[in-house]
């Protein structure tokens, strides 16, 4: 992909509000990990987990998911130019279900009341309807559902309409907290007891977030004439399946290490010309193993500095790969790679090259974001300072 | 960019297949039910999935002939609620068994995404694998989204997939807001038949007879579960319309008496009533309508002819595409 300029970017997630506030979080180690408090359940305790401060938050006429998004979104608007006919790109995995679960939970076995909200708020196409209606946009809408890789491929997908002539594309991922996803992880027993330790030797699984990131994207030349401050390029995009599991990665990352090939590919870099890798690093046995292999596979020699920042907002499953790419942009702006909060001791059979704790000060031109999901789905998104 | 119709499958009520599901079409539509009969290979793991990912994998087999390299087939799967019944499942197992007893299958084969998984674990797919949710215009975006992996050549073929599934649960909900077919007292004209089904279509990157020439989403700013207005919604049907070949057919998203009404007058005489095929009485109404209506149009079109497919969904969202035939 060529000439896909970042003009304008959104970010919400435990570490707070906005862009400027995560670099600094990151830059610090910090985690905005906490017991959960957004609601409880009975029989499972409340876990660490990446939960948005209340106070950040405008209410809106909708679910929790839109608030998160519109955040976000108002971010990476400012200063937006949406003339012409534009695309948006959304991910996430849960939409609207923490209203639809609860009001199905409260009023089950009430004739003619319980599913009302499931058909408000179930179909994940729904946060794109309600926010380009609070947004007033009029634009080509997809909702991308690939579980934990959904942003990163809403990220991908419209940064490859934007290279095929579209004039603008609004691109992100939004998803909360709720019941479903955190009695879910639970059966699975892929929750840790503490905070996660994405490539720890002691990982004991993943801590659940919450938040929202978007990016406005245009082609450079209109960037460049209408004096948009470039922050960026998405350079390149690539997916696949494993085939191989529906809920655990290929045992050697085989899937990843095709959607890594196929994000270079597409950006026409080779892999020595990264200088940063932000890992899916769930923190879960499976997931960091089959990673590591892969970035083995993928990069020669010691590779690339790599870190995961789950430790640091939790997994934020749908929107996470959007959150993480805003991530690599803030690392190459501020020249600062950021560390694997939570990770003290690394796995010695996992052999990256992790970012030391308090992370490291380094010219980073291109970097590399992962996001796999349930189904065997990968995705990875390569993010450059600048075209050249 | 356009692309070629290389397979087609489907299953939808009273329809098992293409040549059954063309029986159906033919005749008078009754109230659409649920799918009485999935075909499948008789192996037992493909039994034990649920019914939806069984929907989308026995039309996925259809639409998918033998040859086509499946390490890099794309594939594009639209469902506007995905697995419901296991959502509704994991929903009652933590309100009765409690929340620390919640079924793991239940909650991998609630997420959206999971029938696309079993797809590609079951054919063998290795390309890029993409689940989209548009309500009732999902499938229509799937196939958009397959044409763009085609375009920016990041496939040479794409299979694209819609299946969503008919439960009680959304009956009800259907009955909440007071538009089910079967609430006492809705107005027939705005009142919905859920139905469900599944369809695919394997798009290819070569030329052919049979071509999708043109697939257009647009999604308006509409209040929450309704339509898009029809002075909004009606200048974009008349020029995709206007835009197809003299004599075209179209098939019209007709999911309520309303909307059709809606429809018939912003075609006002521009298409022959004759030619306008209303096939959602015989479906439906479910987000993966739309994509049966295509398959019906493709099999329909088995002489040169050309067919504007539009899509309604609620929330605002529209699409048009054209299918066309040609001699050769």
């Known amino acids: 992909m060529r000439g896909v300029a970042i003009t304008g970017v959104g970010i919400v997630s435990a570490l707070g509000s906005g862009a400027r506030v995560h670099q ?84 089950r076995g009430q004739e003619g009341a319980e599913e009302r909200e499931l058909l408000r708020h179930h179909s994940a196409g729904t946060v794109a309807d309600m926010l380009a209606a609070k947004l007033d946009l009029s634009a080509e809408r997809h909702t991308f559902s690939t579980a934990c890789s959904s942003s990163a491929n809403a990220v991908g997908y419209g940064a490859a309409r934007v290279e095929q002539g579209a004039p603008w594309a609004l691109v992100g991922g939004v998803d909360s907290l709720c019941r479903l996803t955190y009695a879910g992880f639970h059966s699975l027993k892929l929750l840790a007891s503490d905070a996660c330790r994405p490539f720890g030797r002691n990982r004991q699984g993943l801590s659940l977030g919450e938040g929202a990131a978007f990016l406005f994207l245009e082609h450079e030349s209109r960037a460049r004439a209408r004096g948009a401050p470039i922050l960026g390029y998405v350079a390149g995009w690539g997916c696949s399946a494993d085939a191989w599991h529906i809920t655990a990665p290929h045992p050697e990352g085989r899937g990843a290490i095709a959607a890594m090939q196929a994000a270079l590919a597409d950006a026409g870099l080779s892999a020595e010309q990264v200088d940063y890798v932000n890992a899916h690093g769930t923190a879960t046995p499976a997931n960091d193993k089959a990673e590591a292999l892969a970035i083995n596979a993928v990069f020669a020699g010691e590779g690339p500095l790599t870190s995961s920042t789950k430790g640091s907002t939790g997994h934020t499953l749908g929107a996470a790969g ?16 950021p560390e694997s909060v939570g990770l003290v001791e690394p796995d010695p059979e ?9 992370g490291v000060q380094a010219p980073l031109r291109v970097a590399l974001s992962n996001s796999f999901g349930f189904g065997g789905n990968n995705a990875a998104l390569v993010l450059t300072r600048s075209e050249s | 960019m356009s692309a070629a119709i290389l397979g087609v499958g489907v299953v939808a009520p009273g329809a098992t297949d293409g040549a059954s599901f063309l029986r159906v079409l033919s005749s008078p539509p009754g109230a659409p039910a649920r799918v009485e009969s999935i075909p499948d290979t ?39 609620y995905g697995g419901l019944t296991a959502t509704v499942e994991f929903l009652e197992g933590m309100a009765t068994r409690g929340a620390e007893f919640g079924s793991p299958t239940a909650f991998h084969q609630s997420v959206h995404h999971s029938p696309a998984g079993q797809l590609s674990i079951a054919l063998g797919l290795r390309g890029p694998s993409l689940t989209v949710s548009a309500r009732e215009v999902s499938g229509e ?9 085609l375009a920016t050549k990041r496939a040479r073929h794409a299979l694209v997939v819609a299946a969503d599934e008919r439960i009680p649960a959304l009956d009800n909900a259907y009955r909440a807001f007071g538009v089910h077919a079967e609430s006492p007292g809705a107005s027939p004209r705005v009142r919905l038949e859920p139905g469900e089904g599944a369809a695919a279509l394997l798009l290819g990157a070569e030329s052919g007879p049979l071509r999708i020439e043109e697939c257009l989403l647009i999604a308006h700013p509409t209040a929450p579960l309704h339509f898009a207005r029809p002075e909004v919604m009606a200048p974009w049907l008349r020029a995709g319309v206007a835009r ?36 959602t009485p015989h479906l439906g109404f479910h987000p993966s ?6 398959v019906a149009a493709v099999l329909r079109l088995a002489a040169p002819g050309e067919c504007v497919h539009h899509g309604l969904a609620l929330g605002g969202g529209q699409s048009l595409m054209r299918v066309r035939r040609v001699a050769g």
Do not use: N
């Open chain 2, 289 to 294: 309508a739309g994509l049966i209506r295509l």
């Open chain 1, 322 to 337: 959007a959150i993480e790419a805003v991530f690599c942009l803030l690392a190459m702006e501020s020249g600062h790679a």
């Open chain 2, 141 to 149: 975006t799937a196939v958009k989204v397959a044409l763009d992996l």
């Open chain 2, 244 to 279: 197809a070949s003299a004599g075209a057919s179209v098939s019209l998203s007709a999911p309520s008496g309303e909307v059709r009404d809606a429809e018939d007058a912003a075609l006002g005489d521009a298409v022959p009533v004759g030619s306008r095929w209303v096939d």
């Open chain 1, 24 to 107: 600094e979080a990151l830059r610090a180690g910090r985690s905005g990990l906490r017991p959960l408090g957004l609601f409880s359940l009975a029989g499972l305790p409340a876990l660490p987990v990446g939960e948005v401060e209340g106070a950040s938050l405008e209410r809106e006429r909708g679910p929790r998911c839109l608030d998160l998004a519109m955040l976000a979104a108002r971010q990476a608007l400012a200063g937006a130019d949406f003339s012409g006919s534009g695309v948006m790109a959304l991910g996430t995995t849960t939409g609207g279900i923490l209203e639809s679960e609860c009001h199905y939970l409260t009023h």
């Open chain 2, 42 to 80: 008789g192996d037992a793991k493909t039994r034990r999935l649920p019914r939806l990912e069984r929907m989308a994998l026995a039309v996925a087999r259809q639409a998918l002939p033998q040859g086509v390299d499946r390490d890099s087939l794309a594939l594009v799967f639209g469902t506007g």
């Open chain 1, 350 to 358: 996992l052999r990256v090259r992790h970012v030391p704790r308090g």
